[in-house]
């Protein structure tokens, strides 16, 4: 029951209109080709984020950043996350990117031996919304990944529906016997967090816990959480 990391989202509240959703900006962002200094953007963003929260004196957090398609074959990729571990002063192993299944299946090979350099850098890898995607069980032997993330669907109607319950399961062993770590997102109850625990699952995510803040707030919410460090 600790606090041991958040997830950066991206959220815009325009001036004139109001909030625009996620799901209609990242498009034009992606088809624009603006996700590039954008993605650099919310990556230096985040790891100065951890890194001021650490000056802040709580015990150390991870943060992760989704990436997307355009932003991995960026031949700059590397580069621009290691630039934002400089700039922030923040340790690599802090820092956890989060990749979706369908955008490591596009270009297996070339994005194979861009995983191995961020590795060698010492950031940590998240496959998203794992089970979702087009899923093929040998690259999670040949991906250098450290966790699954469990997708909200399956996490939704558990503990009762025997298909998600029997699908979670799985996926939480399988992890395990791989050595990676799992992470069930979409965690909304008690009752989900408890089957979740008990199946082995290392970490939950949710509104349980909290819907997304901005990082003042979620500070606040933190100092008042049973999640704080104690
Ligand atoms: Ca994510
Ligand atoms: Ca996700």
Known sequence: KRMTGV???????????????PS?????????????????????????????????QHDPIDISVNISAMQLKDPKFVDIVAGALAASGLAANRLELELTESLLMEDVESNLGVLKRLRAIGVNLTIDDFGT????????????INTLKIDQSFVAHLPADKEDLAITTAIIALARALKLKTVAEGVETSAQAQFLADAGCDYLQGFLFSPALPSLQLWTWW???QFAPV
């Not at 950066?8 to 109001?18: I, S, T, V």
């Not at 990242?26 to 963003?45: C, F, H, K, N, Y």
């Not at 995607?133 to 991906?143: A, D, P, T, V, W």
Request: glycine share 6%.
């Open 7 to 21: 997830e950066a989202l991206l959220r815009w509240n325009h001036a004139d209109h109001g909030f625009i959703s």
């Open 24 to 56: 209609e900006f990242i498009p034009v962002a992606e088809d624009s080709g603006l996700i590039i200094p954008l993605g650099t953007w919310v990556l230096r963003t985040a790891c100065m984020q951890a890194a001021k929260w650490d000056l802040q």
């Open 133 to 144: 995607g087009y899923s093929s069980m040998s690259y999670l032997k040949r991906f250098p």
């Open 223 to 225: 100092e008042k959480s």
